[in-house]
């Protein structure tokens, strides 16, 4: 298990290693920003990629933290009380302790646990199991987006040139590695509620019935992590955007999201809040019907034909540019991922691997 996690950290680093270097590309571009899954105030490209890249840097400090606590069992004896080795040494502890140190040091490990019983406690495990289900958890969320995006048009995992969507329908492009993220990262994700039950039915000084789960459970959630970083390593390396369908995408949803800007504007010509929100909100419904039906939205051309609002007729047009809704996106996208930002230094450890590691190649 310490070896194996000696393997994930690196793959995990490469893969928020390439999600800040995309987050970086994208980081001035405007895009929808959904709550519910309903249009909400725009973000950017880069700052959605960097969520993503927030939970990963949590999964990354998980694991790194239950590594660096792995210690070994040692010499304890039936029961952990080392009365065996009592009787070795003719009751001399000194050469007890100094015998784990021998062990520890030949297996590789700083020290032994401080309390053992039959075995080192089954809650060592669980602990590692609970920070790659953490990870797997994560790794669904990031493609479940990247799924909902590729359905818009606006973003897409990256696809093979004799890639076949579907048996019978030849203009499908289906995002099948996030799909098998999803599917194995559900897997991971509940791996764990194994290794709970496993801890917390060890009687007293220890059972057998955490043989045959722990023979299969151990190797599966490493070998299930594995694939998850492949997977997204490709993925995360090739994203593609599209940024003419986010672009439109935008203008069907920013003269709604311009609401509350165009009010405070009404508001600076000394016309009532209320009546200006009251005049806005008939007209919002005027077009949201239009848009139900199928048509552009047409909020900014009722507006301009509407002698309610002429005191703003010249200035609508410069309320409809997205980097006006963006807010910080971009200086939190720099400070966060970018030179000398946070996670640079999170991966500095990684940085030999980084320069070293070849993408994944997938065969799909």
Same mark, same amino acid.
């Given at each position: 298990?310490?070896?194996?996690?000696?393997?994930?950290?690196p793959?995990?680093?490469?893969?928020?290693?390439?999600?800040?270097? %995309?987050?970086?590309?994208?980081?001035?571009?405007?895009?929808?920003?959904?709550?519910?899954?309903? =249009?909400?105030?725009?973000?950017?490209?880069?700052?959605?990629?960097?969520?993503?890249?927030?939970?990963?840097?949590?999964d990354?400090?998980?694991?790194?933290?239950?590594?660096?606590?792995?210690?070994f069992?040692?010499?304890?004896?039936?029961?952990?009380?080392?009365?065996?080795?009592m009787?070795?040494?003719?009751?001399d502890?000194?050469?007890?302790?100094?015998?784990?140190?021998i062990?520890?040091?030949?297996?590789?490990?700083?020290?032994?646990?401080?309390?053992?019983t039959?075995?080192?406690?089954?809650?060592?495990?669980?602990?590692?199991?609970?920070?790659?289900?953490?990870?797997?958890?994560?790794?669904?969320?990031?493609?479940?987006?990247?799924?909902?995006?590729?359905?818009?048009?606006?973003?897409?995992?990256p696809?093979?040139?004799?890639?076949?969507?579907?048996?019978?329908?030849?203009?499908?492009?289906?995002?099948?590695?996030?799909?098998?993220?999803?599917?194995?990262?559900?897997?991971?994700?509940?791996?764990?509620?194994?290794?709970?039950?496993?801890?917390?039915?060890?009687?007293?000084?220890?059972?057998?019935?955490?043989s045959?789960?722990?023979?299969?459970?151990?190797?599966?959630? %490493?070998?299930?992590?594995d694939?998850?970083?492949?997977?997204?390593?490709?993925?995360?390396?090739?994203?593609?955007?599209f940024?003419?369908?986010?672009?439109?995408?935008?203008?069907?949803?920013?003269?709604?999201?311009?609401?509350?800007?165009?009010?405070?504007?009404?508001?600076s010509?000394?016309?009532?809040?209320?009546? =200006?929100?009251?005049?806005?909100?008939?007209?919002?419904?005027?077009?949201?019907?239009?848009?139900?039906?199928?048509?552009?939205?047409?909020?900014?051309?009722?507006?301009?034909?509407?002698?309610? %609002?002429?005191?703003?007729?010249?200035?609508?047009?410069?309320?409809?540019?997205?980097?006006? %809704?963006?807010?910080?996106?971009?200086?939190?996208?720099?400070?966060?991922?970018?030179?000398?930002?946070?996670?640079?230094?999170?991966?500095?450890?990684?940085?030999?691997?980084?320069v070293?590691?070849?993408?994944?190649?997938?065969?799909?």
């Amino acid at each position: 298990m310490r070896d194996a996690l000696d393997l994930i950290m690196p793959k995990l680093a490469k893969v928020v290693h390439n999600l800040s270097q %995309f987050a970086l590309r994208y980081k001035d571009l405007p895009t929808l920003g959904f709550t519910h899954y309903q =249009a909400a105030q725009p973000i950017t490209v880069g700052r959605r990629a960097v969520q993503w890249i927030h939970d990963l840097e949590m999964d990354l400090e998980d694991i790194e933290y239950v590594r660096a606590g792995l210690k070994f069992r040692g010499a304890q004896g039936a029961t952990g009380t080392q009365a065996s080795f009592m009787e070795v040494f003719h009751g001399d502890t000194s050469k007890i302790d100094r015998l784990n140190e021998i062990i520890c040091k030949k297996s590789g490990f700083s020290a032994c646990y401080n309390v053992s019983t039959q075995t080192y406690s089954r809650k060592v495990d669980l602990r590692i199991a609970n920070a790659l289900s953490s990870f797997g958890a994560t790794a669904i969320r990031i493609a479940t987006d990247i799924r909902h995006l590729s359905h818009d048009k606006v973003l897409d995992e990256p696809h093979e040139a004799t890639q076949t969507g579907s048996s019978a329908m030849s203009f499908k492009q289906n995002p099948i590695r996030s799909e098998r993220i999803c599917s194995l990262g559900r897997k991971l994700s509940n791996i764990s509620t194994n290794f709970s039950h496993t801890f917390s039915s060890q009687w007293l000084e220890r059972s057998l019935d955490d043989s045959s789960i722990r023979r299969s459970d151990i190797p599966e959630m %490493f070998l299930l992590s594995d694939s998850l970083l492949i997977i997204l390593d490709n993925v995360t390396d090739g994203l593609v955007v599209f940024p003419a369908m986010i672009e439109s995408q935008l203008q069907q949803e920013l003269p709604f999201l311009a609401g509350e800007n165009i009010i405070m504007k009404l508001i600076s010509h000394n016309i009532s809040r209320q009546e =200006a929100h009251e005049q806005l909100r008939l007209l919002s419904r005027e077009s949201v019907k239009v848009v139900k039906g199928g048509g552009k939205n047409n909020l900014i051309e009722l507006i301009k034909t509407t002698e309610f %609002f002429k005191p703003i007729w010249d200035e609508i047009d410069g309320m409809l540019d997205a980097k006006l %809704f963006i807010g910080r996106s971009s200086e939190i996208v720099e400070r966060y991922v970018g030179p000398g930002g946070v996670i640079e230094g999170k991966l500095e450890k990684y940085k030999n691997y980084l320069v070293s590691a070849a993408t994944a190649k997938l065969v799909v």
